[in-house]
C-alpha cells in the first residue's frame, strides 16, 4: 500500500483550518531567507500556501545575499520580542559567511517552528513534551494515519543528520520502538536493514535502498532527495521495493507535504502554550 502523504496532509490542514476558525486563534509566522537561493523560495512559497490556507498570517523577511550576520541576529531578536509573532523559520541554507547554528538557536524556543534550538533538541533527548521537527513530526502522523504499529516496532533509520535522522530516532525511542540508527560506515547495511519492521532513509542517495535491502512487509519510508537533470529522486527504489514492501511512501508525494503540514500543527501547537 501507498502512503499517499498528499491526502493525509490535506485532511490535517482541514482539520487543522477548522480548528482555527473554531477557537479564533491569531497566529502569525515570521520567515526569514538570506539571499536568492531557488529552492528555498519554492520551499517558503508552499509553507505560504499552507498558512494562508488554513489562515494563519505570514511576514517574509527576504534579506540580500550580502546581509552581515549582525543584521539577521538583531532581526531574530526584534522577532523574539514581537508578542503578535508565534512562530519563526530561518530558511536554509544561508550564505557560507553566516553561522546558520548560531542564528537559529538565537530563536526563541517557544517560536521555533522547526523544533532544531538547542532547548528543544534537549526536552526530545529527555522524552519531554516538546516542538518536534516537522519532518520527524510529519512521518510519525503518517505511521500514525495509517495505524503502522510504532511501539515495540524494529525500526531502522539510515543517515544520522541532525534534521532527520538523529531527531527521529530519539522520537521514536519515546515512542518505544527499537531504533537502530544506519549511516555511511555501517557495516553489511543490507543485512541491517532485512531487520527492520520500518525503515527510513535520509541519506539523499538515489536509490540506495534495493529490494534485496527490504523484509518482505516491512514499511518502507523514504526522505531522502536527489535531483538530477530536471528529476527528483528518492533514496528507495521505489519499483523493485514496492514488490516486497508491506507500505511505502512515493517520493516526491510522500513525506515533502506532511512535513509542511507540520508546520502549521507546530504553530497552532506553540499558539495554544501561549495561553
Not at 54 to 75: A, C, N, R, S
Not at 137 to 143: R, S, T
Request: hydrophobic share 40%.
Amino acid at each position: 500500500m501507498i502512503l499517499d502523504g498528499k491526502m493525509v496532509r490535506d485532511k490535517i490542514l482541514d482539520e487543522l483550518k477548522l480548528k482555527i476558525e473554531q477557537e479564533n486563534l491569531s497566529i502569525k509566522l515570521a520567515i526569514i531567507l538570506v539571499g536568492n537561493n531557488e529552492a528555498s523560495k519554492i520551499y517558503i512559497k508552499n509553507k505560504e500556501k499552507a498558512c494562508n490556507y488554513v489562515g494563519i498570517d505570514v511576514e517574509k523577511y527576504i534579506l540580500p545575499e550580502d546581509t552581515e550576520e549582525q543584521t539577521l541576529l538583531e532581526l531574530i531578536k526584534k522577532l523574539n520580542a514581537d508578542i503578535n509573532i508565534t512562530g519563526i523559520i530561518l530558511q536554509s541554507p544561508v550564505p557560507e559567511y553566516i553561522d546558520y547554528d548560531k542564528c537559529s538557536n538565537l530563536i526563541d524556543a517557544k517560536k521555533d517552528v522547526d523544533g532544531f534550538t538547542r532547548d528543544n533538541i534537549y526536552n526530545l533527548y529527555l522524552g519531554k513534551d516538546t516542538i518536534l521537527p516537522c519532518t520527524v513530526k510529519g512521518i510519525i502522523k503518517l505511521l500514525e494515519y495509517y495505524k503502522i504499529p510504532i511501539s515495540g516496532s524494529n525500526v531502522v533509520i539510515v543517515g544520522r543528520g541532525n534534521i532527520v535522522g538523529h531527531p527521529l530516532s530519539l522520537a521514536l525511542e519515546n515512542l518505544n520502538a527499537t531504533v537502530t540508527l544506519a549511516h555511511s560506515k555501517t557495516k553489511n547495511l543490507g543485512d541491517v536493514t532485512k531487520n527492520a519492521d520500518i525503515l527510513i532513509s535520509a541519506t539523499g542517495v538515489k536509490h540506495l535502498i534495493t529490494k534485496d535491502m527490504v523484509k518482505k512487509g516491512a514499511t518502507v519510508i523514504d526522505v531522502g532527495v536527489t535531483r538530477e537533470n530536471g528529476h527528483i529522486y528518492g533514496d528507495v527504489d521505489f519499483d523493485s521495493v514496492s514488490d516486497v514492501a508491506g507500505f511505502i511512501t512515493p517520493n516526491p508525494g510522500g513525506v515533502g507535504p506532511m512535513t509542511v503540514a507540520m508546520i502549521i500543527d507546530n504553530l497552532i501547537w506553540m499558539k495554544e502554550r501561549e495561553k
